[in-house]
């Protein structure tokens, strides 16, 4: 009866196979019209013809892509040269998006170790503490960030009660507040997965690399810092890959010489100008450099 | 007080938490060389003087000493012991080479030396042929192998062991005890070992302190607290023994005369702490007890036997004494002799062997 032993076995595994595609339904329905349709209309969009004033004309067209990289003069009648302008924009975005990723891993690390190595009772509480301020809207926290920042606003004031400056350091409109904002945007998707990594951290490694003369900060370096290393990369993602796109802080912090990829993009639809399919390229462009970038960090935590 | 031969020198150490004192006024001296074990049951305050030792927890009062230098105050990093750990806490991110090689790295040794002296440490451990893999690539044995060579890499003046055979099953534990006791005979090193597994501490140490409440409660080697356990708490805590309530009659230079409650009588050495009329507890251990149909005289105490328990290689019988008391007898289990086994219900005598029953200073 070894036949009947196995069909009914497979009868049971496509029983199940089929349940768990019932089961699974509504995660693909989400993914399918709140993930794929909307990056595929992008697609498309960004393939079509502007009209004037938002909106497209189903026509194909290469002109996004082309006024994003290349320059063909004034009047477009010149033979094309690399446009620097949107490359410019990207480089900046992504320089501001990693230094504030960078602030943010340094604050945010040992933010997180402070919570994480807390008495469990109180862990919840310091959480709780960290994510306070992001019950409130982020256009009204990053308001409030300028009128910290801003000439006469208490962090000019704190530094010249203290004696560090005489007169006011213009703060606003520079990449510095820029890169603050971001910082404050998203502290605590940098706090919450190293501390989850840390709180999972075994401390008898510490007290092993000490016990093998290692000084603190060689345990840190070389014991703590490659357990928790996930935590690390996850938290570094999920700032620098939303304050690339970000255009709150940058519109509101920055002024308008620090333009950066959101704000760009943003023009296009809401804006003056108004460009839908350059806006859509644009978005694309972006999609694509952080999956690459994504793509690499994931190799680099394989190999880990 | 001299201190060429002495390892570690505990004195007066004290460990509070808040309210709650883990460690009350210990001393204690390791000798150089030596196997020292620290026995006794969870929460009795081994660990704790283990981890003081080796710095992760610092001393509420009086003072260690390394080979009469005085360490409390230094951290972990700078005191020249290693530990194996519990729960081994091998790097999961280096492999088995380069968690031996640490500690030599931490201490700046030449890079050759290293190498070499980390690959004689797995050749040690018979475990050279896992050199590069990951410690989650080992079983739970090969494990406490990589952090046995680990600990004892860097060549420390003490290596601290907390518990490490715990974690094991039966088998293995029983070989690595041999392979433990090896070991600490060829480095030289001193071993401070701590364990809650009485056997353990018996077949590997050189001595003994057994503790509890935060306290030692006798210190000596292995047939010292085997045979002549000072206080109840030793008594039970290792082995099995029979306690029995007397009364002591009358004491001379070397013997008790103790009456037990029922009116038998019996002559025991006599212990310091002990005077005549006082009320004590006295223990006999199971095996040195041997039961007769008659009575071989007035030692002999009369009893009805009650259970015979097969354990393998001895045979347990429980015995009722005519006044209340039960008592366990072991009884080897060999075909030959005129040992016997006596049924349920039969009458039977119990006999000691000379110098068998212990006073005990409670």
Not at chain 1, 22 to 43: H, K, N
Not at chain 1, 136 to 162: A, C, H, Q, W, Y
Not at chain 2, 132 to 153: F, I, T, Y
Request: aromatic share 10%; with cysteine.
């Amino acid at each position: 009866m070894a036949g009947g032993a196995t069909s009914n076995a497979g009868a049971v595994s496509s029983t199940f196979a089929s349940v768990r595609g019932r089961l699974l339904f509504p995660a693909w329905f989400t993914l399918g019209i709140f993930v794929l349709m909307p990056i595929l209309m992008m697609l498309i969009y960004s393939f079509l013809t502007k009209e004037f004033r938002g909106g497209v004309v189903w026509e194909f067209s290469l002109a996004a892509y082309d006024q994003f990289f290349l320059y063909r003069g004034l009047f477009g009648d010149e033979p094309p040269t690399i446009e620097w302008t949107y490359i410019g924009i990207f480089w900046r975005s992504i320089w501001q998006a990693a230094a504030a990723t960078v602030l943010s891993l340094v604050i945010g690390f040992p933010t997180a170790y402070f919570i994480a190595t807390r008495d469990p009772s109180v862990r919840q509480i310091w959480v709780f503490l960290i994510t306070i301020p992001y019950w409130v809207n982020l256009l009204i926290r990053t308001i409030s960030m300028k009128f910290m920042l801003r000439d006469n606003g208490p962090v000019n004031e704190f530094l010249m009660t203290i004696g560090v400056i005489d007169s006011p350091i213009g703060i606003v409109n520079t990449d510095v507040a820029v890169q603050l904002g971001l910082f404050y945007s998203y502290l605590p998707f940098m706090v919450l997965p190293i501390y989850a990594a840390v709180e999972r951290y075994n401390f008898s490694l510490s007290e092993a690399a000490a016990d093998l003369y290692a000084t603190k900060w060689v345990t840190l370096r070389r014991v703590l810092l490659p357990a928790v290393k996930p935590g690390v990369i996850a938290g570094c993602i999920l700032v620098f890959v939303p304050s690339l796109g970000s255009f709150l802080a940058p519109d509101l912090l920055g002024g308008a010489k620090n333009f950066m990829i959101g704000s760009l993009i943003e023009e296009q639809f809401g804006g003056n100008a108004g460009n839908w399919p350059f806006g859509a390229a644009s978005a694309m462009i972006l999609l694509s450099m952080v999956l690459v970038l994504l793509m690499v960090f994931a190799r680099q935590r394989d190999k880990a | 007080m001299k201190h060429e031969n002495i390892a570690v020198d505990v004195r007066h150490a004290v460990k509070r938490y808040g309210t709650f004192t883990a460690l009350q006024n210990v001393s204690l001296s390791i000798r150089d060389n030596e196997f020292f074990t620290l026995l006794g049951p969870s929460g009795c305050g081994k660990t704790t003087l283990l981890r003081m030792i080796a710095g992760f927890e610092e001393v509420t009062e009086g003072e260690i000493f390394l080979f009469g230098q005085e360490i409390e105050q230094l951290p972990p990093n700078k005191r020249p012991v290693n530990t194996v750990f519990q729960n081994y806490a091998l790097f999961p991110h280096m492999t088995i080479l380069q968690n031996v090689m640490f500690g030599l790295e931490m201490l700046k040794k030449p890079g050759g030396e290293i190498k070499s002296r980390a690959e004689q440490m797995l050749e040690l451990v018979q475990l050279s042929q896992f050199a590069e893999r990951k410690p989650s690539q080992l079983s739970g044995g090969q494990q406490q192998r990589v952090a046995l060579a680990r600990a004892l890499a860097p060549q420390p003046k003490v290596l601290l062991l907390d518990e490490p055979l715990s974690a094991l099953d039966l088998k293995l534990r029983q070989a690595m005890r041999t392979e433990l006791k090896e070991i600490q005979r060829e480095t030289g090193i001193t071993f401070i070992f701590v364990t809650h597994d009485q056997e353990e501490a018996l077949t590997m140490s050189d001595r003994i302190a057994v503790m509890s409440a935060g306290n030692v409660q006798q210190l000596g080697n292995a047939k010292d607290i085997y045979e002549s356990p000072h206080n109840m708490f030793v008594a039970n805590f290792i082995g099995e023994t029979n306690l029995l309530d007397v009364t002591v009659e009358a004491v001379s230079d070397s013997a008790a005369r103790c009456r037990l409650d029922g009116g038998h009588e019996l002559l025991c050495q006599a212990i310091d702490e002990v005077q005549a009329g006082s009320k004590v507890h006295l223990s006999v251990r199971p095996e040195r007890l041997f039961l007769s149909e008659e009575s071989l005289g007035k030692d002999s105490l009369s009893g009805v036997a009650r259970e015979n328990v097969f354990v393998g290689t001895d045979i347990q019988t429980v015995v009722a004494l005519d006044d209340g008391p039960r008592m366990v007898i072991r009884t080897q289990n060999s075909e030959s002799g005129n040992k016997r086994v006596f049924e349920p219900g039969t009458k039977v005598f119990i006999n000691m062997e000379s110098g068998a029953a212990r006073l005990l200073a409670d």
